[in-house]
T-cell receptor
Framework: SQQGEEDPQALSIQEGENATMNCSYK?????LQWYRQNSGRGLVHLIL?????REKHSGRLRVTLDTSKKSSSLLITASRAADTASYFC????????????FGSGTKLNVKP | GAGVSQSPRYKVAKRGQDVALRCDPI?????LFWYQQALGQGPEFLTY????????KSGLPSDRFFAERPEGSVSTLKIQRTQQEDSAVYLC??????????????FGPGTRLTVT
């Protein structure tokens, strides 16, 4: 079974709307990271939130972390067509922090 | 100043052939990771190096898979006697991480392997 899993699997919104995607995980983590993958490309790191942080912002990105529920959310505000991509959370376990687990991702489509 | 590079970008192999996939990490990055990504799925961890030492190879799916990083920089992932189920994108990532915590990883564009 996977350590981390994103939902929804797919999300389609209009440009300018906000997009929220969630990540759930199973074991204690060192930190949680969100990555974006454009079609046919490698992953790009977006934001890292430490296990003792509850919320973090970076530009139009807002990440929350609830370690008691073992879940995180990524909010993209004022979405743009260029945000169209797959989004993955990475959940390195506390006891093996170099072994990143990724879920199947959320496929975001932002319509112009 | 370049990012992580991988070669070849695309590889078609006949079943039973051996393949070698190369990764050039960002200069100075101590840690190097290999992942396998099947279509429509997230990356799955294969193996991890710190400098030239392979510290975790628990994700390698079989003994046909072998990775090395002899001088602590460039790494090669070798797959022997390829099978159709090996068809996937192979991603390499590097990181400054030395230990104690995990850091952001910088990914290459991947090598798409198709086994016919």
């Amino acid at each position: 079974s996977q350590q981390g899993e994103e939902d929804p699997q797919a999300l389609s919104i209009q440009e300018g709307e906000n997009a929220t995607m969630n990540c759930s995980y199973k074991t204690s983590i060192n930190n949680l990271q969100w990555y974006r993958q454009n079609s046919g490309r490698g992953l790009v790191h977006l934001i890292l939130i430490r296990s003792n942080e509850r919320e973090k912002h970076s530009g139009r990105l807002r990440v929350t972390l609830d370690t008691s529920k073992k879940s995180s959310s990524l909010l993209i505000t004022a979405s743009r067509a260029a945000d169209t991509a797959s989004y993955f959370c990475a959940t390195p376990p506390k006891d093996n922090f170099n072994k990143f687990y990724f879920g199947s991702g959320t496929k975001l489509n932002v319509k112009p | 100043g370049a990012g992580v590079s991988q070669s070849p970008r695309y590889k078609v192999a006949k079943r039973g052939q051996d393949v070698a996939l190369r990764c050039d990490p960002i200069s100075g990055h101590v840690s190097l990771f290999w992942y396998q990504q099947a279509l429509g799925q997230g990356p799955e961890f294969l193996t991890y190096f710190q400098n030239e030492a392979q510290l975790d190879k628990s994700g390698l799916p079989s003994d046909r898979f072998f990775a090395e990083r002899p001088e602590g920089s460039v790494s090669t992932l070798k797959i022997q006697r390829t099978q159709q189920e090996d068809s996937a994108v192979y991603l390499c990532a590097s990181s400054l991480a030395l230990g104690g915590t995990s850091y952001e990883q910088y990914f290459g564009p991947g090598t798409r392997l198709t086994v016919t």
